[in-house]
């Protein structure tokens, strides 16, 4: 039995999955700049905030919205956490589309990603636990 290796993928065709969480992520933010989330119940109610529980991704519309028409500081206000990951998340996105482009395979150490998912996710459950008490409130959408 011999194994023959596929034919390398054409630029159009690595750059699929990126055009379409690009555009996906465009027209979401457009639907966020045109439908205020601020707005009670225009996006639906969350089941959590319901019950009085502010999950680590609530304010996250409303902290789009707030972008969107260029306020920092009111996207700041509806989700802290959110706002500090968003050059993260654009820097990974630009990488990945880059790498896309020019045809790169990057492989991230399991010695590297393992940390850092883990310290995500003990700030992510800080942020979630802190905002739900009183002292801090002023992290609450």
Known sequence: MTLTA???????QRMASPARVLGGLAVATVALR??????H???GLCPLAALGIWCPACGGLRAVNDLTHGD???????????VVALP???AGLAIWTLDRWRGVHRQLPTA????????ALVLLAVFTVARNLPFGS???P
């Not at 596929?6 to 159009?12: A, E, H, I, K, Q």
């Not at 920092?72 to 959110?82: D, E, I, P, R, Y």
């Open 34 to 39: 045109v439908r205020d989330p601020h707005q």
């Open 138 to 140: 002023w992290l609450a």
């Open 6 to 12: 596929s034919p390398p993928l054409t630029r159009r």
């Open 41 to 43: 119940a225009s996006w």
């Open 88 to 90: 993260f998340l654009v």
């Open 112 to 119: 590297v990603v393992r940390p850092l998912a883990g310290a």
């Open 72 to 82: 920092l500081l009111g996207a700041a206000s509806s989700n802290l956490a959110f």
